[in-house]
Every structure is written in C-alpha cells, then in structure tokens.
C-alpha cells in the first residue's frame, strides 16, 4: 500500500469520525429532549425494557465486522453516557444547583442576622419548650453569651406515641415572648401544613425537621411563605434526596433556603447517629444554599460536642445548632444530651477560641 492509498484512508477514516460525531450529539439532543418530556411526566430516566429492545435490534442488524457482543458494549457505552446526559441535565435545571446560581444563597434575617456568606451562626436552645421559666433562662443566658438566634421546639414529633410532644401553639407563644424580651430571633419546627399561617407570628425561622423532610404537602405549604426555612436531611436520606427536598420548598417561590445536617442512622452505636461531614463540603459544593450542622442530634453526646463543632466549621459550615436547657436531667425530651448554661458557655467559648467560627 502506497502512502497516497494510506493518506486516503485515513482522510477517508476523519470523515467518518465527524460524521459519528454529529450522529452522536443529534443522539444526545433527542436524548436530552427526551429527558425533559419524562421530567414532566414523573417517570424514570432509566428504562431498562427500552434500552434490552434498542440492543436486540442493533445486534439483529449487524452485519460484521464487529461481532454481536462488541455491538452490545458499545451501544451500552453510549446508553450509559446518554443517561448520565440527562442526570446532569436535570442538575443544572435545579433552582437549588451550584450551576444554576454560582454565589452562595446569604438570608437576610430581622436586625441584619445573617446565615451564609462570610460569618458563622450559632444557634442554641432547649429541645423543648417547657415553661415560661424555663425558656427564658436559656433566653437571658444566650443574650448574655451573645447569641442571636434561639431554637426552641413546640411541636415535638417523638418516636413514642406516648413521649412528651411539645406544647403547641403556646409553647410557639413563650418562645416568642421569651425572646421578643432578650432580643432574639426565634426558630421552631412546624410539623402539619396547617400550622403554618399561624406560626409566621411567632417564628422567624421555620424548621422542617429530619422526620418530614419528604413531608411533601409540607415542604409545598413552606415554599409559598416569605420566611426562611431550615430543612433538615432525613435519618436515612441520600444527599440527592435531601437537596431534591429543598427544590419542592425552592420550586414554589420561597428562596430563603437553609439546609442542616443532623447525623444520618447507621450501625454505630456509640452515638445517637452518625455525623456525615462529608456532607457540608459537597453540600456546598453541590448547592448554593447555606449549611449547618447540628452537633446535638448527630452525637447525642455532650462529651464530643467541641470537638465535632470544630470539625463542621472546618469543612465549611456555615453555623452551628446546639441544644441548652437550665437542668437537663429534668428535661421533658433528649435530657442526657442537652448542655447546661454553664457547659454551652465552655462549649461557645472553645469553638469561638478555635478560629473557625468567623
């Protein structure tokens, strides 16, 4: 073979390989218009029965060279690059996506309180609100400390039936009293669609806790607000998941979006639940929203507390929540893992000391 009859079929080589490249990317255009018609409809990307008969056919069409099963794995190659197409397609459509908004999400709050962008937040309080008493001790301790934000939960869905379960609308009530008288702002979990309306007088934060965070109906009612909501990653959610829950809150216009990582269940038994820091730097990177981290319900253990706020701070979250409560032995819920005043103002003074919390 002379060089001409080479050079030739190596043009002859060049001009196929354009051609397959525009087969290709005219394949992945029908691909990604395909995905957007299956995102309306609600139905899955992968279509397993689908793709067995677009391979059945390509392999009763060969003619050689190549063999049926070379036809079988090429083919799969670019089944799989064109399902991999339309998951970073569907990345890009979220509103909650770094890629559809490249600066970090920073909520205003009442006073110029912010959660995101260059300081920290750290936001303490009892599980519970218990009494009047009670609620604002934890209220003159946290001013004192120099805290902002106050947590405080009236409506309490406990694993028991028979566990204490919040008092309701007038624990929302003390809660607001208590800090309207120390300056604070106030963050509480809603459970029920309903509760909403008449909580917006007595919270600046709506906390959607870990157990309804595909609370759908509820994700739903939060996103026609105009108020901050604080999502928390279900026990045993995938970060997809978790991020898909803040899109409903997201997609029905309300954009002041926290998340907060609580410790997911695993095996491990020496704390409550295993705390995934993983999670904070590729929540922040996956996400612009602001993330925190919950050191109480992710441990479950006072004795670690420090050591693990630290630890979220250096992977980049945004604030830190934390359970206080004036006697913890006498607590109504989560006693053994509440600090006492005197413990969260060592706990607030180390994490401060550290240098991480800006």
Sequence with gaps: MTNVELDGLRARLDEINGQLLELI?????????IGVVKE????????????????????????????????????KQIFAASLDLQ???????????????????VIVLPGDITIGGLSSVMVAGPCSVESELQTRTVAAALQKAGIKVMRGGAFKPRTS????????????????????????LTISEIVDPAHLEPALDYVDIIQIGARNMQNFELLKAAGELNKPVLLKRGLAATME?????AEYIMSRGNTQVMLIER???????????????SAVPI??????????????????????????????????ADGIMVEVHPDPATALSDAAQQLNIEEFNTFFSEVKASGLFR
């Excluded at 990317?25 to 218009?33: D, G, K, M, T």
């Excluded at 998951?87 to 999400?105: A, F, G, I, Y």
């Excluded at 998941?241 to 829950?245: I, K, N, T, V």
């Excluded at 410790?263 to 820091?277: A, C, P, S, V």
């Design 25 to 33: 990317s005219e394949r992945a255009q029908v691909v990604q218009e």
């Design 40 to 75: 309306k409809q609600g139905v899955p990307k992968f279509d397993p029965e689908r793709e067995k008969a677009m391979l059945e056919k390509l392999v009763a069409s060969n003619k050689g060279p190549f063999t049926s099963g070379t036809i079988r794995s090429l083919f």
């Design 87 to 105: 998951s970073d397609e569907h990345k890009k459509s979220l509103l909650v996506s770094r890629k559809t908004r490249k600066e970090d999400t």
């Design 161 to 184: 039936p028979y566990d204490f379960q919040g008092l309701g609308m007038d624990g929302l009530r003390i809660l607001r009293e208590a800090a309207d008288e120390y300056g604070l």
């Design 241 to 245: 998941e978790f991020l898909h829950a």
């Design 263 to 277: 410790g997911i269940r695993t095996y491990e038994k020496w704390t409550r639940n295993t705390l995934d820091i």
């Design 283 to 316: 929540l922040k990177q996956e996400s612009h929203l602001p993330v925190l981290v919950d050191v109480t319900h992710s441990t479950g253990r006072k004795d670690i507390l420090i050591p693990c706020a630290k630890a979220a701070l250096a992977a980049g």
